[in-house]
């Protein structure tokens, strides 16, 4: 195990924390993408590409179970950054394909990227929470969508979305307001070229 870099994967794990943290305190960490926490994941990116390109996918086998779940948590939050999470993504399915990382670290990834892109997700891990309620982002083949989460190793729908039922709520204007600022964040970074729109 390469213990430098497991703790080097910590620190940036734990410096997203804390900010997301204090952020969340203050009651400025959902009222948009915070810039402190935005300059945290592109610094943190930053760090993971040069991971990423030097050994691959920072696997269990290389930097132990905290230092590859360390891994995942910033490639999850590297949102401001399509390009570095779409490669970590197939990095990350190749680990999955070899049995070297749990295959719900590449779903939630993959959901993300794809509901960023616009596109149904597989395994129904992105959520949002409406002026209803929390609600599933749009998922791909929802007849099967309990099995895919069961061999990913992810708990039922049902429980996760009753996780979820007491998160505040939004008013309709404020859902609205935020929907129109993702949707021109994403255009911004590229999750979704300029010609799509």
Not at 71 to 98: F, K, N, T, Y
Not at 117 to 122: A, D, F, L, N, V
Request: glycine share 6%.
């Amino acid at each position: 195990m390469l213990e430098h870099l497991r703790d080097s994967l910590l620190a940036l794990q734990q410096n997203d924390l804390s900010v997301r943290a204090e952020l969340e305190a203050d009651g400025s960490l959902f009222d948009g993408y915070h810039p402190r926490m935005a300059a945290v994941h592109r610094d943190n990116a930053r760090a993971l590409r040069k991971v990423m390109d030097e050994f691959g996918w920072p696997h269990e086998g290389l930097v132990g179970e905290e230092g590859a779940e360390a891994a995942w948590l910033v490639l999850q939050h590297s949102i401001g950054e399509p390009d570095c999470m779409r490669r970590g993504r197939d990095l990350l399915a190749a680990e999955v394909a070899a049995r070297h990382v749990p295959e719900w670290q590449l779903a939630y990834l993959d959901d993300r990227i794809r509901v960023f892109e616009g596109k149904p997700q597989r395994f129904g891990t992105q959520m949002e929470i409406t002026p209803d309620g929390p609600v599933v982002c749009e998922v791909e083949e929802p007849a099967q969508l309990e099995q895919r989460r069961q061999q990913a190793g992810l708990s039922p729908l049902t429980q996760r979305l009753s996780d979820m039922r007491s998160a505040p709520r939004p008013s309709p204007a404020e859902y609205q307001a935020r929907k129109s600022a993702e949707a021109a964040w994403r255009i911004a970074v590229g999750w979704i070229p300029v010609s799509d729109c």
